[in-house]
């Protein structure tokens, strides 16, 4: 009697057969259009890079009073900031605090992009809670706070004794952020602001942007403002726009 082999053959193989050629299939597939679409990547991560070199300086100036600033400047006592009236853009808005720079959602939208932000010495609850940057602030006790905590200790080591002046706060963190946004109040008069800003020129050109805001209400850059600006409320739409988030 002659007996036939049986032999049973499971979907299973089957199964693994199917599933391994669709993997590779897809595996060509995926590599065929990423081929196909990094040029199209290579742009956008071009006009990211464009866009993320962008640096805003913020100096808000209490104490600045426009009249005698003007009257210093026609007498050549200002030279610097007649420069940066004269080669840039100089306007009197309505007075503002500085406070009134930016809202909630101004900050947001920077977290949002990651823009590199750091706001140094500016009065009141500033910026709004969920604010993701560095912020240094004084306590009622006059000591240096920050966010992160260890801001305000690392500022200390860069500057040592030097710590407790603003301008020397300002300057140290200005040489250490090559992007993003530097906000800082500082109380200064027509001269000594005068002084700041022949130190800040050399920061400003292709990439950096310089607003200069008083609390009596004018504003001063090293870039033509745009119509928009018709008060300090407007710098912050108006710095949006320089990251390309208008």
Same mark, same amino acid.
């Given at each position: 009697?002659?007996?036939? #082999?049986?032999?049973?053959?499971?979907?299973?193989?089957?199964? &693994?057969?199917?599933?391994?050629?669709?993997?590779?299939? !897809?595996?060509? +597939?995926?590599?065929? &259009?990423?081929?196909? +679409?990094?040029?199209?990547?290579?742009?956008?991560?071009?006009?990211?890079?464009?866009?993320?070199?962008?640096?805003?300086? +913020?100096?808000?100036?209490?104490?600045?009073? #426009?009249?005698?600033?003007? %009257?210093?400047?026609?007498? /050549?006592?200002?030279?610097?900031?007649?420069?940066?009236?004269?080669?840039?853009?100089?306007?009197?808005?309505?007075?503002?605090?500085?406070?009134?720079?930016?809202? #909630?959602?101004?900050?947001?939208?920077?977290?949002?992009?990651?823009?590199?932000?750091?706001?140094?010495? *500016? #009065?009141?609850?500033?910026?709004?809670?969920?604010?993701?940057?560095?912020? !240094?602030?004084?306590?009622?006790?006059?000591?240096?706070?920050? %966010? $992160?905590?260890?801001?305000?200790?690392?500022? *200390?080591?860069?500057?040592?004794?030097?710590? /407790?002046?603003?301008?020397?706060?300002?300057?140290?963190?200005?040489?250490? %952020? @090559?992007?993003?946004?530097?906000?800082?109040?500082?109380?200064? *008069?027509?001269?000594? +602001?005068?002084?700041?800003? /022949?130190?800040?020129?050399?920061?400003?050109? @292709?990439?950096?942007?310089?607003?200069?805001?008083?609390? %009596?209400?004018?504003?001063?850059?090293?870039?033509?403002?745009? &119509?928009?600006?018709?008060?300090?409320?407007?710098?912050? $739409?108006?710095?949006?726009?320089?990251?390309?988030?208008?």
């Amino acid at each position: 009697m002659i007996h036939f #082999p049986f032999a049973y053959v499971g979907p299973g193989a089957g199964f &693994a057969f199917l599933g391994s050629f669709f993997s590779i299939l !897809l595996s060509l +597939l995926a590599g065929i &259009a990423s081929l196909l +679409l990094w040029p199209f990547r290579a742009i956008v991560r071009l006009l990211r890079g464009s866009r993320t070199r962008a640096r805003v300086i +913020l100096l808000g100036v209490e104490g600045f009073a #426009p009249d005698r600033a003007e %009257q210093l400047m026609a007498e /050549g006592k200002l030279p610097h900031l007649a420069k940066l009236r004269t080669e840039g853009s100089y306007r009197k808005l309505r007075a503002a605090t500085p406070g009134g720079w930016a809202t #909630p959602g101004f900050w947001k939208i920077l977290d949002q992009h990651a823009v590199d932000s750091t706001v140094l010495l *500016v #009065p009141g609850n500033f910026p709004a809670a969920g604010f993701r940057g560095r912020r !240094l602030w004084r306590s009622d006790a006059g000591e240096l706070a920050s %966010q $992160p905590h260890y801001y305000a200790k690392y500022l *200390v080591r860069l500057l040592g004794a030097s710590s /407790g002046s603003t301008e020397a706060l300002f300057f140290s963190a200005l040489d250490h %952020q @090559k992007r993003g946004l530097l906000a800082c109040t500082i109380r200064s *008069v027509e001269e000594e +602001l005068d002084r700041m800003a /022949g130190r800040l020129f050399p920061y400003t050109g @292709k990439y950096t942007t310089l607003f200069v805001c008083s609390d %009596q209400g004018t504003i001063l850059s090293n870039r033509e403002l745009d &119509a928009n600006v018709q008060a300090i409320e407007d710098v912050a $739409p108006a710095i949006l726009r320089i990251f390309g988030f208008a």
